[in-house]
């Protein structure tokens, strides 16, 4: 199955296939081992910022041998390709899908790269994701003022091909200042004007009835990353304060276990299943 035909699976089925950011080893293994428990699919991340620390090739392979080892069917997918020469050093690394974000230019020109990379894309046959709206990045405000509309992003699959569409609808990257509101009622009008595959980027903090009202009305796609690194951090700083011990290798995985447990909780409320 690719990854195309994962969306559209969930799409029919009324779920959401949750897509998790890794950033190091032990993260890597919290997503695969609670996939496990769950008995869901993994759709592995990876940003620019984790492929210039682990390195493209060895965090593909990483990623690749523990889906392996867990007897998983999973697939790896760029998180917010910033450039058309990134997507393309990921298309040859083998990646199952890609993300290129344009999000901050103008309509045209956003439409323009993004239509370049649906074309670079076919001849590997991925899944490519596009961002359309303004979906607030860490600190940042998000007022409404550049939520997607309908007709903008009618105009922009019809326009681009592309494949998963990223849409502004009240999530944010990173955390909240104030509680979430999800403007579901534009969600359904996206949804209702385009069968385009609709992702939520920036989940982390959502109520869990929000993010399934969510999938209830078109989204597909979940992504999970900053709760990862928060949880694993959190977890790992407790273990730090109460331990003299040296050895990573015995202090490092006593994080994993609470960012199991979220990603447990986030599996199930997506509800995803092969």
Not at 72 to 95: K, N
Not at 168 to 189: C, N, T, W
Not at 211 to 238: P, Q, S
Not at 249 to 263: G, Q, S, T, Y
Request: glycine share 8%; hydrophobic share 40%.
């Amino acid at each position: 199955m690719t990854v195309k035909e994962l969306l559209k699976k969930s799409q029919r089925d009324g779920t959401a296939v949750l897509a998790t950011n890794f950033y190091n080893l032990e993260t890597l293994t919290a997503v695969v081992r609670a996939a496990k428990i769950v008995g869901a699919p993994v759709l592995l991340q990876l940003t620019r910022s984790s492929i210039d620390y682990m390195g493209l090739k060895q965090a593909v392979s990483m990623g690749r041998r523990a889906i392996e080892d867990n007897g998983l069917q999973g697939w790896i997918h760029l998180d917010h390709g910033g450039s058309v020469e990134l997507v393309q050093r990921c298309l040859d690394a083998g990646f199952d899908s890609v993300m290129i974000d344009a999000s901050e230019k103008p309509f045209e020109e956003n439409i323009e790269t993004t239509r370049k990379v649906v074309e670079l894309a076919k001849p590997y046959g991925v899944n490519v994701e596009a961002e359309l709206g303004y979906v607030a990045k860490l600190g940042q405000e998000q007022d409404g003022s550049g939520f997607t509309t309908a007709e903008e992003a009618k105009t922009f699959v019809d326009a681009t091909g592309v494949d998963a569409l990223a849409v502004a609808i009240g999530s944010a990257h990173g955390f909240y200042k104030k509680p979430p509101k999800l403007d579901i009622a534009r969600l359904a009008e996206i949804h209702a004007a385009t069968p385009v595959c609709l992702v939520l980027h920036g989940s982390s903090g959502i109520p869990h009835d929000q993010v399934r009202e969510a999938i209830a009305n078109g989204i597909v796609k979940v992504n999970l990353a900053t709760e990862i690194k928060d949880t694993f951090m959190r977890a790992l700083k407790g273990v730090l304060l109460s331990t003299d011990e040296i050895d990573l290798r015995k202090v490092f995985p006593k994080a994993v276990d609470p960012v199991v447990d979220l990603l447990c909780e986030k599996y199930r409320m997506t509800g995803a299943k092969l």
